[in-house]
């Protein structure tokens, strides 16, 4: 049971931070309004704590994380995964959102940080590199260290679905944490789901809305091809990659 505590700490320290952060950003005098910048800030707290503790025991996070280079060719092959991946996401989601009221929390969310360039950012860029490395750097480890890896691997997609708000992202984080835990196991480099969910986000908050607009029309054609592409696109970045020993 050590191994589910340590992840539960590092779930729950961070969550801490940010009760406390939103609690001291909604003084009169502060006023921080924006969640997207109110969890990034969150983050650095979070991770500056982590390192202080890693440091008195000799490793650091970017270690305990695996910050590796990664090849040309699995970079690449990553962008154009999660390109497709977020559209198909996006796609579908636009087919069903009206079938999931509490979808417009994360729709507000999506639309506040599209109000300043700081918060675009955040949701773009800071918060998916935090989030793999919380997510895949140090829970996914601490499970997998512990548990066989199709356990750790649907616990840690698990974990980060429900640390998502509505019943609809949840479905869609899900699979994406199981697809950011693969690619992490292939490359063994938290290098490769961040570069994935960077593309993710960028492609969802800001390519999707304007692309959706042409296609509509033949929606259920663009799915079909989007995920085909993307499989093969993945089954490649499996054949590129340097760790495709690792068994279930």
């Not at 690449?76 to 079938?99: D, E, K, P, Q, T």
């Not at 809305?209 to 054609?221: C, G, Q, R, T």
């Amino acid at each position: 049971m050590e191994h589910y505590k340590n992840v539960l700490k590092y779930y729950f320290e961070h969550f801490s931070i940010f009760i406390i952060l939103t609690a001291i950003c909604s003084i009169k005098y502060i006023n921080i309004t924006n969640t997207a910048l109110v969890v990034s800030l969150s983050y650095i707290v979070f991770f500056s704590i982590c390192e202080f503790k890693f440091k008195r025991n000799g490793t650091s996070l970017i270690h305990l994380a695996k910050f590796k280079k990664i090849s040309i060719q699995e970079l690449l092959l990553i962008i154009l995964s999660f390109i497709l991946f977020s559209l198909v996401s996006g796609f579908i989601v636009n087919l069903v959102v009206h079938n999931f009221k509490d979808y417009n929390i994360t729709s507000n969310f999506i639309n506040e940080s599209l109000s300043t360039y700081l918060s675009l950012i955040c949701i773009t860029v800071f918060m998916p590199i935090s989030e793999e490395i919380l997510m895949r750097g140090l829970i996914f480890n601490e499970l997998k260290s512990n548990l066989n890896l199709s356990k750790s691997l649907i616990i840690q997609a698990m974990i980060f679905a429900l640390s998502h708000g509505s019943i609809l992202q949840i479905i869609y984080t899900f699979t994406g944490g199981i697809v950011y835990g693969l690619i992490y196991l292939w490359t063994d480099s938290i290098i490769a789901p961040i570069i994935a969910h960077i593309t993710f986000n960028i492609t969802g908050t800001i390519i999707l809305s304007m692309l959706f607009l042409y296609i509509k029309e033949h929606i259920y054609v663009y799915i079909f091809l989007g995920t085909l592409l993307m499989l093969i696109s993945m089954s490649f970045l499996y054949k590129f990659s340097k760790c495709k020993k690792t068994t279930f």
